[in-house]
Structure formats: C-alpha cells, structure tokens
C-alpha cells in the first residue's frame, strides 16, 4: 500500500502492535519503482484433465461406474418393491446397535433410499467424470436498468396519473385511498370476531369452585379428592408421609371400565379442559417439616394439595422429591418448596402454586372446604382483578 | 416455415436450430418435434435456452442452500402423503389398533391416525420419520446456509432484499415445524402445546383473549388441532412456497456469488452450465439429499408418539424438549429471572415470559434483517458486490456473527439444562446459574478470539505472500548456517490472497462548515465514523506488490513483518547449536535483522 492510491487513504497508527519493525502497511514505502497498486488477476488456472478425459480407459472405468450406480438404485427399487408386500407389518428383528426395530420399516426405507441414493450419486459421478468440466464465464450486469428505462417506467407512472385525473383530481384520491384502508376490516373483524370466545372469569374457576349458575357465579360444594385416572376418593388414612397422589376433584374423571366416549354434563367445556386447571397434587408430611402456618391449617394432619398447573406456563409440576420436598416442573425446572407453602425456590416462575383447603369427611375422606381462592396455571394480565 | 415470415426471435432459433443441428436419429427428431410443439404455442425456447447455458458457480457451501431447498421438497411431498391418513381432530376416541400397549385407551382421533400411520399402514412409519427427518433437516440446513450467506457477506448490495426474503423464510421454518409437531396429539407436543397458551397468556393487556381466541376457548378445546392443521397444510406452505420461489428467482435473476478466485472477477460467473453439468449435479443432488433422509427414516427413530401416550393436561414427561431449533426460545424461558413478573396497579405483567416466549424470535430476526443495511451504512458503500468476502478479512462482521451465535447457542443448551443435569450428574440449579451468566460474557469473549484468529490468520494470509511457502529443502550455507528455503507462491496461489480491497475506517469530517456553523448530520456521521472505526481500525489489508518487491529484496534493507515479531524464531533459542533462519530464496535473512 501507497500513500498515494485513495485520498481517503488512512494511517494505521504505529503502535497498535508495539514493535519496532517498520511495517509497509504503516504508510513507510520505499522504491516503490513504478510497481502497480494491486496484483492483477491472473485468470482462469491452466486446466487439468481427468483420468477419464485422458484415456478412453479411465472414461470406460466411469461409465461403468455411473451403470453400476444406476443398477443399485434398479436394485433397491425391486427389494422396495417385493418386501412391501412380502414382510408382515408386525415383524421385528434385533440389530446390533440399534435394538428392536420393526422390520418393514426398516427394508422400506433403506431399499428406498438406495433406489434414491444410486440415482443421485450416479448423476453426480457422471457429471464428476464424463461430463465436460472446462469452466464457462458469464458476464453479470449491473443490477439497475439503464438511465432511459428508469425514466420511461416513471413517464409511465405519471402519465397513468395523469390520464386517469387521479392527480387532478383529489376527491377520487382521497376516497380510494380510505377505501382500499378500510376494506379488510370486515374479513379481520369476521376472522377475529368468530375465531374464539372472551375469557370472562373462566382462568380464574375450576371445576372445584362449582357449577357455573345462571346468575353467572359458582356455588361451591365441598368435593372429594379422588385418585387420577382411577377416580377412586382418597382416604386421610392412605396417605402415607412421603407418598404423593396426583388427585382430580371427585365426580370429574370418566368411568374407567366403560367403554365409551363420553361428555360430562354440567361443564363449561370438556374434561381434558375442567382437567387441566383441575389438577392437584397431595403429599403427606411430617407436620413439624412444615414451616408456614397457613399451610397447616389448610391441610389435614401434615396432608396438604396444591395445583399441579405450574404458575410459570402451565405444565403439570410433575416431579417430587421426596427427600427435599421439592416439586420440580420438568419444562422449565421452576422448583417449589412443598414445606414453604410452595413458594418458588429456583426457576423462572414467579408465584407459589395455590393451596387447595382440605380436610376430612364423615367417612373419612379427603374433601376440599373451599375452591382455590387464586387463578391457577401460568399468569395473566388481569389475573389479580 | 422459413424466418422471413416472422420476425420472433423464437422463430429465427428454431430455424437455426434445425439448419445447424439436424437430429440425426428418430429419438433425436421426436424430442425436437415435442419441444417444437410447445414453442409453437409458449415461444419459450429462446427463454428455456438461456437458462439452459445459465453458469453457476462451484463451491460446496452452495449446497447448504440446496439441502435446504431439497428437504422442503421432500417436507411437501412426504407431508401430502401424510395428509391422506391423518384426521386432524380432537374428537374422542377408544383405540382399537394394531399397537396393542394402547388397546382400549382414550385418545384423540388426531392420535389415533397417527399410530395408525405408524402401525397399521405398510410403509407408513417410514413416511412420517421421512417427514420428521426432512423436517429437522431443513431447519437445519437452512441455519446452515444463512450462517454461509453471513460469513461471506453475500448478503451485501444487490442482495440484501434476498436476505430478508430469507430470514423470512428461516422464521416460518420454525413456526411451521413447531405447527407440525404439535398435530399428532400426543402427550409431549401437547405439553408443548400447553406452554403455548401459557406464552399467549403472558401478552400484556391482551394475553388471556389471545389465548382464548387461538385455542376457541379454554385450553385444550378442540379447535387447536384443526387450526393448526389448517395453518401447516395451507397457510404456511403456501407462504413458504411463495417466498420460496422468489428467492430462487432473486438467485437468477442477480446471478449467483462466487468465491474470490483467478479468473474471477465481480463482473462474471465462473462456473458449469446448468445443461448438462448442473442438470445432472443439482438434480441428483436432490436425488441424494432424499436418499439420505430415507435411510435416517428407516435407521433412527424419531418422535416415537407411541410412546408418550395421548395428551392427557395431568401427567408429563421428564425431560420435556421441543424440537431442536424451539429450543433456543425454550432455553431463554429457562434461563429467565423470575423477578421479571411483577403487578402494577393491579395488573400482572409477566415479563419473566413474554420476553422470551414472544420477544425473542422477533427480535432475533429483527436484528438479522436490519444487519445488511446497518452494515453498508456503516461503509457508506454503494456497490454492486458479486464476490464473497472470505471471513477472515471482515473480521468484526464474522467476530459479530460468532457472538450472536453463541448467544443463540447459550439459549439452546439452556433449553438442555434438565438433559445436561441427569447425564452429567451436576446440580441444576449450578448449570442454569453458568447459563445466565455466560450471557454477560461468552458472547463478548467469543467476539474477541474470533476477531484475533481473523486478524491472525489475515497475517498468516500476508505472511505467506510476502515469504512464501515453506518447501521443506534444507540449505546449509558455507559458513555453516542451516536455513530454509521458501518459495513464492505461483500467482493463481497467491491472488485469493491478495485480492480483496484494501479497507480504512472513514475519517470524520469536521462537525462544523467553513463558516463555524453546525452541519446537518454531523452527530449521524460521528456515530458513523465511530462505529466504522470499530469495524476497519485494525483492518490488516492486503500485500501489494510493492510489498512483495521490497521483502525481496537483499539484506540491509529493512524487513518486512507480516504479523508481530514474536512470531519468528531466534536462532539462538533453538537449542544453541544450529541456527534455523526462515530465509527467502533470494538469501533474504529476514527475522535476524529484526532482532
């Protein structure tokens, strides 16, 4: 690099490498002698021809190459083609490696990738070998059209505007331009308007608030905590310290043994949907482990539930460790304290899940005494109205 | 017919066409009469032949992009087949397959024709792994080809629009394969799914309406697998092919870019003909790319619903993952500070979600868009550029890219976080902790190495043309010296090297006209001085020949360095008997003079 190729030319400061070498690129030139600025391209490499373009030998070798590839594709086609029909669907055999696998599958789709694979390896090879590999050169052009095309096209533009008096004419302009503005607005409105339902209270109730009434509010009715799936109510007494039981409210879960698909009458929406904000999880502890009071009261004798929705983004808190008493939500590892009224210990969800009130009945069974007196699952902007 | 009668170009070609090149055999003469068929009625002969001759150049990372291009063809034509089998419904039903674990179970009818698929229809399992596997490879390839398409700055004028086309495209990929995963019902992408809504939920304002207009309801309902089925089917394929064609049109349209070479210019392609070489290449390239994705279908299982069970909002899996490129969105949630949620007059404002759940994608493809135009800005470049930039010698823009890939690669490791625990048996409280904080430094640190190994390897580049290589000969001189001869490197080594326009942050003007007077701008051009500084201060440009004439030259002339001194070796530390001097050919003992 000269000083004198570019005006805008700028020095390298010198010590930016802390040496005492003088560098040319640091602007000290000598005897330049006339040289030019920058190397010039050489151009294309001298050519260099393949084994196949030598000898009629090696150009024979390739072609029977690209043949054979060709024939293991036949191959694979007809093996496709025989064990399609030939391997029952439920056969399995053991391999080395990979374990069961089902065989059809297995036949099918190598046999089809070797019907693919020797097409294109095939192709490849023969454009690699035979076909001619003397580089051609295509000129570019620039990008932009020539100076006349571009003030033809906004001669166009702008006799159109003329012709047309839209430019004379600004009534037309206005109400066109308002036209074309508003006219998506009844397909965004019948999209919108019809896609789903408002939400109401409907995040804040779940199926153990009670039935939705006519005047639009829930009328509690203490439910039993019953085992999920079985459906079978919890007694105080199977609940041993250091067991937990994923618990849907009483009178939600399907009959089991029946057959049948089947709706439940008196819900807003479906099971999977009463469920899912429904769920709970009931632990039993030793009741000096638990450290909020509040927890104590609303449980029974060290048994205390709590929504298994989490309160980050609404997957089942799934995980307990028995020995910590920690729940752990396996999406996004929020861990809470089971004996610290659930509050979050770790993780990216913010709130405790709630508490259900419980206690016991006649017969001894697990019943709540109330619904949760929160929204459960994850947040929601007028969650706290 | 003869020329004279009409004066379309198409006419005159076709008379040449048969003039020139008679079809000697019958084949030869029934291809000519079907193409003259629909000449006759298209006039595209003129057309076709010329995309015929088309040149494209050859380097193997244009083929991330035809990975790409290829496994979507495969995703469509797999995906239709799908379609015929599968009933995109939550209605309920009791399975009564082949699969005989679920016999008798509850299901969705979404679930149900999804084992189907995999059970009960021969053939059917490889088809859908294909779909799957298609799927994952063309999230992939297509990250793949946009990272070439960064390193070599192919996305510089005339090609920035290509480049957001593309970007485009990449974030629909993602939308589309996470659509996808979630239609079979089953008890993972429905947790998947359930995340969704709680994402939805974390909207300020309008969180638990978006939610239930998406999902017609509460969570699940039954309108989200048809939806979603609509939008994987219809609505985004329809979107991806569109965007799919223009970007090809774009590609040969603006010719594509090559990589610096002899003989390579920015005003010419180098390269095969699409007719025959790249016919056979690029087409059973296709043929490959399928072949390949078949035989990952019939060998490695993927996404055995089977075994999850149906959806079911209650139970979960341990080790609960999306798809691999969800998994920088879910690793961002992971990594999340909970404190980001708070209440403000009454309201909750969910930050510790939405910023990951709903602003991480549109901001990372934001800032993936603008980078073309914030980039030329910075140079003030106004050129046509047709020649890729070897990454090494735009050092800050590949140091940039590195950084914004390890903030992405952080983010979907965290999403691993659980998976990294168990396998390595380490706390993970410990590993998500290292996760948030390697955000506040690793991406810097990566910028810093990076840009260190480009400028060093620039000197290397320099090095090597102004001392050439080392051939390995031995020379002992009479006086007892042993020394090494190097050889210059022949020019079509040398140009790549050397070829590449030398660079210069932009000086600042003064911020004040002749007459004392603030200039318009001036604050936009000190930010832009600024920020080219950052770019270009340390820019190691190219030998010229000058260079190389002056490192020939004899000794007692001053020496040039390619890179900082310590780099060469003092004859002395050797070991103290013999002296190695990395010498020219002409006896040019550089190094001992430095020293």
Known sequence: ?385 | MSASTSSRPADALRDGDSKHAAPTSKAAQKVGGVAGWIDDRTGAAGGVNYLLKKVFPDHWSFMLGEIAMYSMIVCLLSGVFLTFWFVPSAGEVVYHGSFAPLQGVKMSEAYQSTLDISFDIRGGLVIRQIHHWAALMFTVAVSAHMFRVFFTGAFRKPRELNWVIGCILSMLAIVEGFAGYSLPDDLLSGTGLRAAEGFMQSAPVVGSYLAYLVFDGPFPGEAIIPRLYSVHVLLLPAILIGLFTAHIVLVAVQKHTQFPGPGKTNDNVVGYPVMPVYAAKAGGFFFIVFGVISLMAALIQINPIWGYGPYDPSPVTAGSQPDWYMGFADGALRITPNWLEFTALGYTVSLNIALGALGLIPVFYGVAIAYPFVEGWIKGDKGEHHLLDRPRNVPVRTALGVAALTYYFIFMFAAGNDIIAIKLGMSINDITHFFQATLFFLPMLMFWITKRICLSLQRHDRDLVLHGRESGTIIRTADGKFFERHEDLDPYTRWPLVQQDPVHPIQLESGVDANGVARKGARKERLRAKLSNFYFRDAVNPVTPAELAAAHVGPGHEAIDAEPPTHEIEPDKVDGRMGIDAVHDDSHEFGSSTH
């Not at chain 1, 331009?177 to 998506?184: C, E, N, V």
């Not at chain 1, 469920?275 to 709970?280: E, M, N, T």
């Not at chain 1, 482990?289 to 089942?316: L, R």
């Open chain 1, 1 to 385: 690099m000269s000083e004198h190729d570019t005006p805008d030319t700028a020095v390298v400061p010198a010590d930016d490498f802390g040496h005492g070498a003088v560098r040319l690129d640091e602007g000290h030139v000598i005897g330049t002698g006339g040289l030019p600025d920058r190397f010039e391209n050489p151009g294309l490499p001298p050519h260099q021809p393949r084994m196949s373009d030598l000898t009629e030998a090696g150009a024979k070798r390739a072609e029977k190459q690209v043949a054979a590839l060709f024939s293991v594709s036949i191959l694979g086609t007809l093996v496709f083609l025989v064990s399609y029909f030939a391997i029952a669907r439920d056969t399995y055999v053991f391999i080395p490696g990979i374990g069961d696998v089902d065989l059809s599958n297995v036949v099918l789709g190598t046999s089809l990738g070797a019907a693919l694979l020797g097409i294109g390896l095939g192709a490849v090879h023969w454009a690699k070998t035979l076909m001619p590999d003397h580089e051609s050169v295509e000129m570019r052009h620039t990008m932009r059209s020539s100076e006349e095309r571009r003030q033809g096209f906004v001669d166009t533009l702008r006799a159109g505007g003329e012709t047309s008096q839209l430019t004379r004419r600004p009534l037309i302009k206005v109400t066109l331009g308002a036209a074309m503005g508003l006219f998506a607005l009844p397909l965004l409105v019948q999209l919108v308007g019809g896609l789903g339902r408002l939400p109401k209270n409907e995040l804040s109730l779940t199926y153990w608030s009670g039935e939705v009434g006519p005047d639009g509010k829930p009328h509690f009715k203490p439910l039993r905590l019953a085992r999920d799936p079985e459906g079978t109510p919890i007694k105080a007494e199977d609940v041993t310290i250091g067991s937990v039981f994923h618990v849907q409210p009483d009178g939600l879960l399907p009959d089991p043994t029946s057959d049948e698909p089947e709706l439940r009458a008196g819900l807003e929406s479906g099971i999977l949907e009463a469920k899912s904000k429904a769920a709970v999880l009931l632990m039993r502890l030793n009741p000096s482990d638990i450290k909020s009071q509040k927890e104590k009261d609303w449980g029974y004798d060290g048994i205390v539930a709590y929504s298994k929705i989490c309160t980050h983004v609404g997957c089942p808190v799934g995980l307990y460790e028995q020995q910590t008493h920690h729940l752990l939500c396996p999406c996004h590892q929020s861990t809470f304290d089971v004996t610290d009224d659930c509050k979050v210990i770790f993780g990216p969800a913010k709130r405790p899940l709630p508490q259900l009130k419980i206690t016991v009945d006649d017969e001894g069974y697990l019943i709540a005494t109330q619904p949760f007196r929160e929204a459960v699952g994850p947040s929601f902007w007028e969650r706290g109205q």
